[in-house]
Every structure is written in structure tokens, then in C-alpha cells.
């Protein structure tokens, strides 16, 4: 069994969203999993169980939980494959389904795309809403009037909260504790999307990660595909659209995602990944 360091929707091991990878897992039980990703620390780490058709068994562990999905981790396991055994298709079973990714390499770099399940947006209640803006410490004068707050899945539900401008974002300052038991009692097992659109394929984003015992999140692969939903479901891009979301440089590790929104179907997700010197 080896445990890889990478870091994924990144070209420099300094930026990027922090993702260990296991392989093979299928040795190791629910219990022990939990206990190397709390160990290892990063947002959230992928175990990596190969079956016989080629095609891997995938479970998602953060420090504190494990989730249904994760986009970062799952860059980062497809382009430690491909470091081994070269680009090309691949799919990964998870817990919301069938993920296929696609690694590919360009002028020495590989990147990888995921397509994740298919999109559903939602509108939450009106006291859901004030909560949430509570838990975030956001007034509703602070949010985007042109657009609405939502929750949209992309193999996880994550609440889509846009803001009215960058100084707004850059000053996020939630809550950890009230988010944390609103998220838990609304069985939001991910993250919460707080974002600002820069123009119409561009958006700055945030990711606050309670339920994974994560401050917040560098890179959200699974919040990009959810944007992408929200985007098609509101009508706010023609399709087909390519989107760039910007994540991670709040924190000192800038991030890059570029969705991809088809007309039908799941989201893609695109982004490179590259080992940790640990």
C-alpha cells in the first residue's frame, strides 16, 4: 500500500487543494481509513481499491468524516495514475456513482477531467436561508441582488451563496460552530459554495468545510460541478459553456477549476495535479 501526496487543480506544489491518495484499499476497513486521513490532515484524501475490470472502488475520507464525493482528491488520484501507467480513461465507483475521468498530458503536464453525476438545484426555504446567512455572517444587503442563493448536487449538495463583490468575499469571516450544526442538520455533508462573479464565465469562490473539520477548502472540484448546475439551471450561460472558477488564493494556495456545462448530464471538471515533496 502506498500513500501519495499530491496537490490537485495546480501546477505548483504550493498552491492547489492537498488530496493524499491510497492505493491499493482494499485492505483496510472504514475505521482505519478515518484514522490516515485525520492523520494525514489534508481537506479531504481518496482510498483507492482497483477491481478486476480495471475500474477502482473509491472512498473519500476528510480529517473528521467520510464524504460521498470529492473532486480535488479525485484529480489528484487520476493524475497519480497516470504518473504509473500512462493518460487515458478512466472510472472510479463511488458512493454517488460512476465517475469517469480522463487524464491527459500536454507540453509535460497532466490534467485530468471529471464528469460528475447529473445536477439538481434546489431553493431552500426562506428560514434556511436567513440561518445560513447568520452562520456566515453575511447580511442579505452583502449578497449578489442578481442572483439567487440556492442549493445545487453534484454528488453533493452544496449551498451556492453569491456575493455582491470581491471585498465582501475576501472578508468571509463565518462562524465555524453554527455552520457546522446547521450543515449537520441539514445532511449538507461537503461544502458551502460563497462566491463572487467576476463577469459572466468567471467567479471567485470560497468553500467553508465544517462537516470535514476543515476551516476551508483550497480547491472544491464538487462545488465547481454544483456552479455549473446552478449556471444551466438559471439560464445565466449559453450552452455549451466553459466557466473558470478561482479558489484558494485567500489562503495562500491559489487553485484553478475550469468547468465545462453541456447542454444535459453531468458537469465537467477539469484541473492538474502535482506530487508533494514530503
Given at each position: 500500500?502506498?500513500?501519495?501526496?499530491?496537490?490537485?487543480?495546480?501546477?505548483?506544489?504550493?498552491?492547489?487543494?492537498?488530496?493524499?491518495?491510497?492505493?491499493?484499499?482494499?485492505?483496510?476497513?472504514?475505521?482505519?481509513?478515518?484514522?490516515?486521513?485525520?492523520?494525514?490532515?489534508?481537506?479531504?484524501?481518496?482510498?483507492?481499491?482497483?477491481?478486476?475490470?480495471?475500474?477502482?472502488?473509491?472512498?473519500?475520507?476528510?480529517?473528521?468524516?467520510?464524504?460521498?464525493?470529492?473532486?480535488?482528491a479525485t484529480i489528484a488520484a487520476a493524475v497519480a495514475l497516470a504518473r504509473k501507467t500512462g493518460p487515458g480513461p478512466l472510472t472510479f465507483h463511488?458512493?454517488?456513482?460512476?465517475?469517469?475521468?480522463?487524464?491527459?498530458?500536454?507540453?509535460?503536464?497532466?490534467?485530468?477531467?471529471?464528469?460528475?453525476?447529473?445536477?439538481?438545484?434546489?431553493?431552500?426555504?426562506?428560514?434556511?436561508?436567513?440561518?445560513?446567512?447568520?452562520?456566515?455572517?453575511?447580511?442579505?444587503?452583502?449578497?449578489?441582488?442578481?442572483?439567487?442563493?440556492?442549493?445545487?448536487?453534484?454528488?453533493?449538495?452544496?449551498?451556492?451563496?453569491?456575493?455582491?463583490?470581491?471585498?465582501?468575499?475576501?472578508?468571509?469571516?463565518?462562524?465555524?460552530?453554527?455552520?457546522?450544526?446547521?450543515?449537520?442538520?441539514?445532511?449538507?455533508?461537503?461544502?458551502?459554495?460563497?462566491?463572487?462573479?467576476?463577469?459572466?464565465?468567471?467567479?471567485?469562490?470560497?468553500?467553508?468545510?465544517?462537516?470535514?473539520?476543515?476551516?476551508?477548502?483550497?480547491?472544491?472540484?464538487?462545488?465547481?460541478?454544483?456552479?455549473?448546475?446552478?449556471?444551466?439551471?438559471?439560464?445565466?450561460?449559453?450552452?455549451?459553456?466553459?466557466?473558470?472558477?478561482?479558489?484558494?488564493?485567500?489562503?495562500?494556495?491559489?487553485?484553478?477549476?475550469?468547468?465545462?456545462?453541456?447542454?444535459?448530464?453531468?458537469?465537467?471538471?477539469?484541473?492538474?495535479?502535482?506530487?508533494?515533496?514530503?
Amino acid at each position: 500500500m502506498e500513500i501519495l501526496h499530491y496537490s490537485a487543480f495546480t501546477t505548483d506544489p504550493d498552491g492547489g487543494n492537498q488530496a493524499g491518495v491510497i492505493l491499493p484499499a482494499d485492505t483496510l476497513d472504514s475505521r482505519q481509513m478515518q484514522a490516515i486521513a485525520a492523520k494525514l490532515g489534508y481537506s479531504e484524501s481518496a482510498f483507492l481499491s482497483p477491481r478486476a475490470d480495471g475500474s477502482f472502488k473509491v472512498r473519500y475520507f476528510a480529517p473528521a468524516a467520510e464524504v460521498p464525493f470529492c473532486g480535488h482528491a479525485t484529480i489528484a488520484a487520476a493524475v497519480a495514475l497516470a504518473r504509473k501507467t500512462g493518460p487515458g480513461p478512466l472510472t472510479f465507483h463511488t458512493a454517488v456513482g460512476e465517475i469517469p475521468v480522463v487524464t491527459r498530458e500536454l507540453d509535460g503536464i497532466l490534467t485530468a477531467t471529471l464528469t460528475s453525476v447529473d445536477t439538481k438545484v434546489v431553493e431552500p426555504a426562506p428560514e434556511l436561508a436567513v440561518r445560513l446567512l447568520a452562520a456566515l455572517r453575511l447580511r442579505p444587503q452583502d449578497l449578489d441582488p442578481a442572483l439567487p442563493l440556492l442549493i445545487s448536487f453534484s454528488g453533493n449538495w452544496h449551498p451556492m451563496v453569491p456575493v455582491a463583490s470581491a471585498a465582501i468575499l475576501a472578508g468571509l469571516d463565518y462562524d465555524f460552530a453554527a455552520l457546522e450544526a446547521l450543515m449537520a442538520e441539514q445532511g449538507w455533508q461537503a461544502t458551502v459554495s460563497v462566491m463572487y462573479r467576476v463577469d459572466g464565465h468567471t467567479f471567485e469562490v470560497r468553500n467553508p468545510f465544517p462537516p470535514g473539520g476543515v476551516r476551508e477548502d483550497a480547491a472544491t472540484g464538487s462545488a465547481a460541478a454544483s456552479l455549473g448546475g446552478y449556471l444551466r439551471h438559471l439560464g445565466l450561460v449559453a450552452l455549451p459553456a466553459d466557466v473558470t472558477v478561482h479558489q484558494g488564493h485567500h489562503m495562500g494556495r491559489p487553485s484553478l477549476l475550469t468547468v465545462h456545462i453541456p447542454e444535459t448530464g453531468g458537469i465537467d471538471v477539469s484541473g492538474s495535479a502535482v506530487p508533494l515533496d514530503v
